[in-house]
């Protein structure tokens, strides 16, 4: 081969691989990805979205390179391929304007009428009649009504009275209990207070005129509690046990609950066992922190009640806690001493703090202010020994011509069981004639369980006469008896009520009570007014919620929807009906 030939093949060579190297950047390929001449892998060209075509996808393969040059013969087909896909996009939205609910009509096409403003104004006026009524069904609250049986745990029952007995001192004034279970209290004093009246019956008018003050405690007070029980021992419980599965429920059911959190191997525990007890038997005895008050202990070494002082992040023993309104999550510490007194003194004071409307028993039923009479000596152990209440004198006269009678004002806590409250005369040291003594009564105010200041009930002897109110049908009574030896009774039906408030954020469940009376009268050796009460075992549950936000919503778009649909409907028959009348009319067929 001569120098020509190869100078030929060379140049050839030379056009080859610059060709080559044109094309490979027309294909937008990287120089350094070319195939060799072995190659193991190769470039395919696919359509973008845009209809552009470019090689990005590596097939791995052992043979022959692939020209580069095919993507131009690939890019026409991603030409159509694109128009192929817009044709389709094209066709779907079509497709989906079928589904249009709300089509529109031109406004060359719309014409407006008398009878379509009417109906539009009139819309209007119904929508707006309909959303205001709506609006305010939506401000207040539904209630709901249901009757269960009682499942409420207490076995005490707080009795409120304040009864004047008009020809009765109050020297001889007795109050009794006596329940179906056997029990029998005479001449109750503890909670109760006496206020002589002068009662004039020539002018029906009652006056008070000062309190005289009977007790029989030894020091002039009744010791808080009043109860004597054994509390030693670890097996003795007053205070109620809590575990996991019963302390929310607990917690619901009390306004404050004093949690003593212990173990059995903690000597200081045992310490506090006695005392603790102790004061929890004397808890339920006082009348107002009878249902809402509250004294428990959880046993930390339990294995149901583990994970409760773990919430409670219990470090040490014992741990006394505060628990308010059903919490279960706000807590305060008791760290004061661990004696008895000192455990109620501090339960008294914390509750006034949470209840300052309360009505405590030594304050009962009893407005100073209005009769203008000196408010009673409080006493404490301070004073205590400065007063003697057994040489304490009235300081008012009565006026001639009255008869001395009693107010008998107060609270007892008695057994969930039919029973009765027994007002009449006796004394440890005289006789009485039975044909004299007169169970002529008012009955200012008798209620069950817990009652509130606030509620102003009554206010004394110059409010006797008041409305009664249907709550408690036998306030502002006045019940006389013109024979002798004659017993008025007094049968009352106790239900329970069980108001719970779904508006608050605290869904606290508060107990109350309500009763009907009926009253008879009977020939008795012992005259006395008589309170028979029997509790039923019906509890009658009343929850209170507001109406949800879309349920109002939903009323709204149905007051605007069918107010606008049935007068859309109306209208367009007025219309139809008045086209046709108009056609017919101008055909001459209405002759």
């Not at 009864?163 to 279970?181: K, R």
């Not at 046993?299 to 309104?325: G, K, N, Q």
Request: charge should be neutral.
């Amino acid at each position: 081969m001569n120098v020509s030939t190869l100078v030929i093949f060379a140049v050839v060579a030379l056009l080859q691989l610059t060709g080559a190297s044109a094309r490979l950047g027309e294909a937008q390929i990287d120089p350094e990805d070319m195939c060799p001449t072995r190659c193991t892998r190769e470039y395919i060209p696919i359509c973008g979205s845009d209809g552009i075509t470019y090689a990005n996808k590596c097939l791995f393969k052992v043979g022959r390179c692939l020209n580069p040059s095919l993507t131009k013969k690939h890019k026409g087909k991603c030409k159509r391929k694109h128009e192929l896909r817009n044709r389709r996009r094209g066709s779907s939205a079509l497709k989906m304007a079928k589904f249009d609910f709300f089509r529109h009509v031109p406004e060359d096409l719309k014409v407006h009428t008398y009878s379509g403003s009417f109906f539009s104004l009139l819309s209007f006026a119904i929508m707006g009649l309909l959303l205001l009524t709506h609006w305010e069904a939506y401000r207040y609250q539904s209630t709901k009504t249901t009757v269960v049986m009682d499942e409420h745990q207490e076995d005490r029952l707080r009795v409120n009275f304040n009864v004047s007995l008009l020809n009765v001192p109050c020297s001889v004034a007795s109050v009794d209990l006596e329940d179906h279970m056997g029990q029998r209290f005479t001449n109750l004093t503890r909670h109760i207070r006496h206020f002589r009246l002068a009662a004039d019956r020539s002018s029906n008018q009652v006056q008070r005129l000062d309190e005289v003050v009977i007790d029989n405690h030894e020091k002039g007070i009744p010791v808080w509690g009043g109860v004597h029980r054994d509390t030693k021992g670890a097996n003795v419980h007053y205070s109620t046990p809590l575990t996991t599965k019963n302390f929310d429920d607990f917690m619901a059911k009390y306004e404050l609950v004093l949690v003593n959190f212990y173990a059995p191997w903690c000597p200081f525990c045992h310490q506090l066992h006695p005392e603790w007890e102790r004061a929890a038997a004397q808890l339920p005895d006082h009348p107002e922190y009878s249902e809402m008050v509250r004294m428990a202990s959880v046993d930390c070494t339990d294995p149901e009640a583990v994970w409760l002082c773990r919430r409670a992040h219990i470090r040490a023993f014992p741990s006394m806690l505060i628990y308010m309104y059903g919490s279960t999550s706000t807590r305060y510490i008791y760290n004061g001493p661990r004696k008895t007194e000192h455990l109620l003194q501090f339960l008294d004071l914390f509750f006034r703090r949470l209840e300052p409307d309360a009505d405590f028993a030594e304050e009962v039923n009893v407005n100073n202010d209005r009769l203008g009479l000196p408010l009673p000596v409080r006493v404490s152990q301070d004073n205590l020994e400065g007063i003697d209440f057994k040489k304490r004198r009235p300081s008012s006269t009565m006026q001639t011509g009255a008869v001395e009678g009693c107010e008998i004002s107060g609270s007892i806590s008695v057994n969930r069981v039919p029973g009765a409250l027994v007002l009449t005369a006796r004394s440890d040291d005289v006789s009485f004639n039975a044909q004299a003594i007169d169970a002529s009564h008012v009955v200012n105010h008798f209620s069950f369980g817990q009652v509130r200041r606030t509620e102003n009930l009554f206010a004394g002897g110059s409010h006797m006469l008041a409305a009664p109110s249907n709550r408690y049908p036998l306030d502002r009574k006045i019940y006389t008896i013109e024979s002798e030896n004659v017993t008025v009774q007094h049968f009352l039906n106790v239900v329970g009520f069980d108001n719970q408030d779904n508006t608050r954020k605290t869904h606290l469940q508060q107990r109350s009570y309500e009763f009907s009376a009926t009253t008879t009268q009977y020939e008795d050796k012992t005259p006395s007014a008589l309170f028979t009460f029997d509790i039923s075992p019906l509890v009658v549950q009343v929850t209170t919620d507001n109406i949800p936000f879309y349920h109002f919503i939903t009323h709204l778009c149905a007051v605007i929807g069918g107010v606008f649909t049935i007068l859309g409907l109306v209208d367009s028959g007025v219309f139809h009906a008045m086209n046709s009348i108009t056609k017919k009319q101008q055909l001459g067929k209405l002759s």
